[in-house]
Every structure is written in C-alpha cells, then in structure tokens.
C-alpha cells in the first residue's frame, strides 16, 4: 500500500523533539457497485473494500536509541458503504463482529483489525495484542485479488474464528537470514484453568523465502475448539514467481477440523502490467468431501494515482457434488453456477 | 463551519511530496445545559448539539491531475455529554441506530454523519457511500437554528428512515450552470431480487439557485417502504434572501406515505447580526390531517471566535388536534404547548 | 503522562495561522501477559492497561484572547488485547458498557474515558461532559499503581455507577489559591420531573493542597440511587509526601449506601526511583461489616524512554469473613487466598 503520512514533531514536555519518531495516520476508502447473479436470487449492491479493504488507522514507531525500537498500530474496518464499524472477537471462540442485531446498524469502530504493541530489535519483533493469524498471510499474499472483493480466491478463510485474525496474541517475527523468516504466534482463549476445552487457544507459525523475483511460504495452525479435544488445523504452501512481463503465483491448503472433512483448496494465478494499471487472472477451488466449488476471476487495476484505483472485476463460480457457493450476495442453487462483477474506486490517504 | 486543518505533508513511498494533497482532522464539541416544559413531566439535560452537531471526523482530497481530484470524507457523530456515538442503517430499513439497549450505554462511534468517497472534475462529482439525502439538506439550510437544538424547525426529518442520510448511495453533483446545481441521487435497500417491496432503494433530486443574496432550492425524494408498492414521497421548495441587515428564509415540505395522511409543514425565519454574534428567529409548522404543532423559536448566538461560539434559545410549540410534540424531552398532552431553552458553548476543530 | 503531540498548523479560511491553538491525537498502547491464580480456578490472558489505561484521543484549545481559552477533550478506552472499544452510561443509572453480548465482541470505540468541552480563564475552568468524578481522581492519584493492572488498590470504585466518570456533568475548577484548588461537580441523571428517585442525579468536591513535596486531599460524593431516597456517599482523605529517595502515600476511603453496611478501605504505598525506573509497593484494605479483603502489591517499571516502559507486578490478595476477592481473572474460595502478576509493556504517543 501507498499510505500518506501526517507531518509531526514529536515533542516532550521539554520540547526536544524526536526526529527518528513519528505517528501516522492512515486509511483506504474503497466503494463498488457489485452485482451477484445466481439461479435463485441476485442482489445490487454498493459494497465496500472490492479492492483494498476500507479501514481508519493509527501508527507509529519510537526510536528507543541502541538499535531498539517500539511500535504501535491500532486499524479499524470501516464499511463505508453505511459507515459502520467492524466487530472483533474477545476470546476468539466467537466470530469477529457477529451479532445480527448490532451489525444491521450499530456495530461501531473497534480497532479489529488490528491493535498491537511491539518492541523490535536486531532479534526481531515482540508483538503482543491482536493481530493476523500467519496462515492468513498466504493465503491474502499469493491471490491475485488479495482476498477482496468478488475475485477473492475460494479456498480462503477455513480456519474458523482465528481465520484471519486472534486476539490476545503473542507474536515473534525474525530478522531475515539470507532471505528466510519465521513469524510464530500463539494466541489464548482465556478460559478458567478448570476448562477442559480450552477453545481459542492456539499456536501458528510461518516460514517465507524471498529472493529476487521468487517468493516461497509455508504456514500451518492449530487452534482448539469449543469441544475438548477438537481441533482446527490449517495448512499451506504457496510460491510465486516475477517475470517482469507477467507474475505466476500458486497456493494449496489443507483445513483438518476434528470429526469432520478435510477441506482441501489451492490458488494459481498471474499479474501483469497493462496500461497504466495491471491484470489478474486466478483460478481457485475448495473441495470438502466432493462438494467442490471452482472460482474464475478475471480483473483489471487503473492506477490514477499511487493512491487511487479504479477497478472492475467479473467472477464465475461452479458447483459440484451439492455445493451453493454464490457471488456478491446472490443464492444459487446446488451445483449451479453463480457470477458477479464489482466496478468500483479504492483511495488511501 | 470553520475549520481547523492539521498540518501535513503527504509523502510517497519515494518520498516525493504531493503538495496539493490533504488530509483534515475536524470535529465539533458542543454541550447545553437544556431545560423542557410540558404539562405532563419537565426534564433538565446536559446536552449536545444544541448549536452545531457534534462529531469527529477525517477527510482529504488528493489533485491526480488533469483538473481529476479524489477525495474522502469520513465523519463520526458525537454524544459528548456521555461520550457515546451514534449508530447507522446498513440498508436504509431500520432507523440510524435505534436499539434501545446499545443506545443507552455502548454506541461505538460510526462514520454514520458521512463516510464518502468521490471522484470529481470538470463534470462534477460521483459520490459513494453513506451521505446526506438532497432533500434533507434543503430543510437545515433554510432554517434559522439548522435543524440543531430546541429552535430546530418542527416540520423537519418527516423522510422517514432516510429522512436526513441515506446509506448504499450513489450521488452525482453537478457543477454550477450560472448559479444552477443538481445533485441527484440513488441509494439502495440492497434485496434479495426475488423481494416484492425492495424496501430502502430510493431516489432524489435537489437543484438550487445561488445570485448573490437569493438562494433557491427545489428538492424531492422517494424511497420504497416495507410493504410492497407503498413509498414515503417528499417534497420541498424554499427561498432566502441577505438584505445585509438581516437574512430572511422560508421553506415549505409535503410528505405522502402511502395509506396516510399527507404532512405539510413551513419554516419562516430570519437571522441578523447583533453585537459580537448574530440573532435568529423562527416559525414553523407541521400539519398532518389536522393533528397540527407550531414551533416558534428566538436565539442569539455570540462568537467567541471563528471556532467557539456561546449561544442561548428559547422556543415554544403550540399543539392542536390531539398532537402533543414537546421540547428537550418534557412531555405533554394532548393541545397542550411546551416550553424549552438551551445554553450552551459549541467548540469546532 | 509524557505524551508526543502531533505538529500542526492551524489554519482559518482566509489562511491566518493561530499559533496558540493546538489540537493533539494521543494515546497508550499497554499490553501485559497476566496470570490469576486462586483456590477454585486460574486464568491466564493477555490483558490490556497493566500499567497505563490504553486510549486513543484527540485534544485541543483555542486561545480566545484576554487570556479566555477554550478547550476540548475526547478520549476513548481502548482493549488492545482484542481491539474493541468500552461502553459508557448515558444516565449514570447503567453501569458503563455492562451489556455481555455487546462487550464479548462487539463493543465499538466511545469516548468513554473522557468527552468535554471547557472554558478557561483566570477564574478556573468550566468543563461540560463526560468527565472523570472528582472522588476518583485521589483513589487514583494516591496508588503507587494508579488503580491499573494486578497491583490496584483494593479499596478502589466502591462508589456504583459514578465511581470513576459521570456523564452530563458540569464541573468547575478553580485556579491554585496559594496551592490549594477546588473541583466541583455536579451530574445529571436526566430522569422525568415527575421521577421519585432521580436516580444518577449526584454532585461532588475536591480539595487539594500542593506545597513541594508535600500533597493532600479530600473528597466527597454523593449520588442518588434507583430506589427514591437511597444514595451512594463517598469520601476519602488522601496525602503523600516526595522525600527523593521515596515518596510515600496514603489514603482512606469510606463508602455508605443506604440499607447496606459501609465499606472502609485504605492504602499505604511507595514509590522509589531505582536504576532506569521505579520501585513501587502498595497495602490496600476494603472492609464491608467484616467482609474484609487485603491486597499487598510489589513492582517494578524500567523506563525504556519517556513514552515507553517494560513493567512488573505481582500482588496477593487474603481474604476474611467470606470474602472471595481474586486477582487477574482467578477465582477462589471464600476466605482463600489468591496471587497474580503482570508482565508487559506501555507505550504512549
């Protein structure tokens, strides 16, 4: 992202100022309209994050002197189609932001995306509060739609409550050594020593390899469910790959969740500078036991500025063995088939 | 309003400065000690809004060139005597946050006021998100105490749900033509394809005239209501004039939902600089079958500043017909009048 | 608090700069890991505010000329631990944010902590808002561990629904009479004339007395309850003296509620500069007709730089005559024992 800063002197109550320090303010504010159209219903809508996601945020890093530093970064979603806020999740054993009631019309800003403290060095980075889960990364970093908007890979987000994001969260992100790093993260449920469950609590880690125009990631979690011994477990790998011309990328993953299926999924798909923007194609399937859905997006970017995008996305989606999945708000029946389309502008301050 | 702007400078990634580009920090604080009268109950408040509605908000515009500008608006709204926000709809079907439990204590803040994103140019400006609904805007500009405090005019906000915003909107205006603009808009209740009433899709058009002193305003609205085929219709035409000395406006409104009676109501009112500050005065009405409240109010607002102003108002309705309004929640019964003043300080940033 | 301020230009319409006026975005970010240990249950968590309450909040004054200022203040709670907001009380009558579903996960941001607007000149400062209750500030400022995180004082908020803030408060502060100020307050429940109980209707004073190193204070409260004629009273007396080496505090409190027994308590505490931070240690003692618990409380906080500490505490708390108090979200039996301690990092900007 492309993100403005907020001039500042960081000044003491002594008005010496700390040139190495500062504090920004930042955002996205991305609106589409978006048509899904499936064999039972279609829906219109004006949509919010087809591109970027919309959010309001706070950062910033203090040069603590000696090499070490502390940083901060507290970032709402906004859904500036209603301008409503996004809800979070206190234990990560409910969903983030759930509650019908409240989300129809009430849901306030919560930093939900993210509210962390760090303290950062040669060692790496201490970072407490809630965050991304690691799995997730690769799942948003090696989809061409960044897991938004109607073009989002179809294999994304089956690790349950921590999906995306865990609250109470401890995280260590290492120096890279030779191109290699390691981000492990443990998160708490916060359950009474007596639970036997012990739901949300879990661990995650990812490893990624970066050279040149070649990008490898592994990651893998384990989170506890709300029945004592069930779990839910995710995996994936992901490489990709810069051409200049042309950017290849590919991801599987595997989710296992105590009792139930495995969920298997991959990605593959390219980015190519066209014009003044680019394109993105991807194809992407879940298949969970033989209900299986594959996803076909097709895209474009045109940059007016750093800052600014206009984009058009269309989106097809088929169904087998019983699956429903449907675009953009539409209800397609089982094992047929469901598009959609976003046409919209992202603009980050 | 006068505003405050934070200093910045945008940088790039590279570190180029965009010097036509800006990001705002703004907001309004404002609280009045408020005292309502009716022959059933009285009430004393510490209030806000009484003069300027509270809120915080962020906004930028960013220059891409070409005479093209991006720009964002974000805007929460502030209950700063419990410090709570205000909630919003996120389909133009429910009113903007009216659950009793949340609103007593836990409203976070949403960008309910406004949370917009524009292109704009030669040919105008395409708006997206949450915004202001036309004909709303006709009601507030020509009233003496801007639909803010007990003055507020008695025939406002008759547009039902989006009686003054409108979330899911499309809104086109346009530049002015010798003093005439056009601001048209679309907003959805975003359905189901297959639902009969499509409740909360709308449209709306305002066009004014600016010459000078005169100002002239036409608006009109119409947005579907939950049962299929009835609609909630608005309409309204108003006029001003600044002889300098003193600024007089009117207004006038119909409403027709379907299956109920038409409401009609008008605002006269004048403002006229006095001292330090300014004084304002204002009748209004609304009628709907007989059922019927007058609203006559009297202020004087002192400026402290460009930014803070102290103000005073006293009004008074009169209700024949059964009707029972009464001011700063006091209650009385039925063709009984009431009584209310504000006193209060409105501080802007 | 030694917080950044955000550099600022402040700018009218015409382009003036008023080089007196400021607005300032500040905050904390505290995250701590935290274990409870009790007789029935223990818990682990990462909590929030172990050191200083986290927060995001915008501030500001205006200079008006002849030494008149105006000013606002608007401060939210933040759980940085899970990225929601807190609740607040709109009649002082709820208790803040106490909705369970609402605080599970969806709690969006308030300016709960603080949200006024002032007035200043050499005659004091009239504050109108959500502000802190007068009572409050001495529990606070007279605990080595300022009522946040393991090491909190026992003998804290007994004072119900205004025991820390009220909403709709006007509050005068004096300036210093040769050391000695006076804070009074007056809060509104804005309950219907015809209410019996006028339940959060409440006012209170402060006193305090600065002279070096030496401070004193005092405070009482009175609130009115649900039921018509019941109050909660407070008052607590409070000294420390700042001998270099040490500073000692003291406070002792007593609460009375109508119909029930009083509630006593007290703190006896130190800070002591040592090595790049403080030592501090604190006995506290709340007693309810023998119901009696006693809190013992020991820790240390390594300032990384003004805005940045790493901090320590561990606490025991014994309990008597029933009593069932535990620490960091322990539980333990009546009469049993419980320990706990904090390990984190503060940082503010």
Redesign the interface.
């Known amino acids: 992202m492309?993100?403005?800063?907020?001039?500042?002197?960081?000044?003491?109550?002594s008005g010496i100022s700390?040139a190495q320090?500062s504090?920004t303010?930042f955002?996205v504010?991305?609106?589409a309209?978006a048509k899904g159209t499936g064999s039972?219903?279609?829906?219109?809508?004006?949509k919010?994050s087809g591109h970027n996601s919309s959010r309001?945020g706070?950062r910033?890093t203090?040069d603590?002197?000696g090499g070490?530093k502390?940083?901060?970064w507290?970032e709402?979603g906004?859904?500036?189609?209603?301008?409503?806020?996004s809800?979070?999740?206190?234990?990560n054993q409910?969903a983030?932001?759930?509650?019908p009631?409240?989300?129809?019309?009430?849901?306030?800003?919560?930093?939900?995306?993210?509210?962390?403290?760090s303290?950062e060095g040669s060692f790496g980075e201490v970072r407490?509060?809630?965050d991304y889960t690691p799995q997730f990364w690769t799942e948003t970093a090696f989809d061409p739609f960044g897991t938004n908007g109607v073009g989002t890979n179809i294999a994304f987000n089956k690790g349950g409550n921590t999906g995306v994001r865990a609250?109470?969260?401890?995280g260590y992100l290492s120096p890279s050594f030779n191109g290699v790093k390691v981000w492990a993260q443990t998160?708490?449920g916060?359950?009474?020593?007596?639970d036997a469950a012990k739901a949300g609590d879990g661990n995650a880690i990812r490893v990624t390899y970066d050279a040149g125009p070649l990008s490898l990631a592994y990651a893998t979690s384990s989170t506890k469910q709300a029945t004592a011994g069930q779990k839910n477990e995710t995996s994936n790998i992901a490489a990709s790959y810069d051409f200049g011309m042309i950017k290849l990328m590919a991801q599987s993953n595997k989710t296992k969740v105590t009792g139930a299926a495995d969920i298997d999924g991959f990605v593959v798909g390219a980015t190519a500078p066209l014009g003044s923007g680019y394109a993105r194609v991807a194809l992407s399937e879940t298949d969970k036991a033989g209900v299986k859905s594959n996803l076909t997006a097709i895209g474009y970017v045109y940059g007016?500025?750093?800052?600014?995008d206009l984009y058009a996305t269309y989106a097809r989606v088929a169904n087998k063995g019983g699956a429903t999945a449907a675009l953009n708000?539409a209800?397609t029946g089982a094992d047929q088939s469901s598009t959609g389309y976003d046409f919209?502008?992202k603009?980050a301050?």
């Open positions: 492309k993100k403005s800063l907020i001039a500042l002197a960081v000044l003491t109550a700390f320090s504090v303010m955002g504010v991305d609106a309209y039972l219903t279609d829906k219109t809508q004006l919010n309001f706070v910033g203090e603590l002197g070490l502390a940083s901060f507290l709402a906004v859904n500036n189609d209603d301008g409503s806020g809800g979070t999740s206190n234990n409910t983030p932001g759930a509650d009631v409240i989300n129809a019309r009430n849901q306030g800003l919560t930093f939900n995306r993210r509210s962390t403290v303290l407490l509060g809630r609250s109470n969260s401890i998160y708490m916060e359950n009474a020593s007596t007016l500025s750093k800052r600014t708000g209800t919209g502008i603009h301050f």
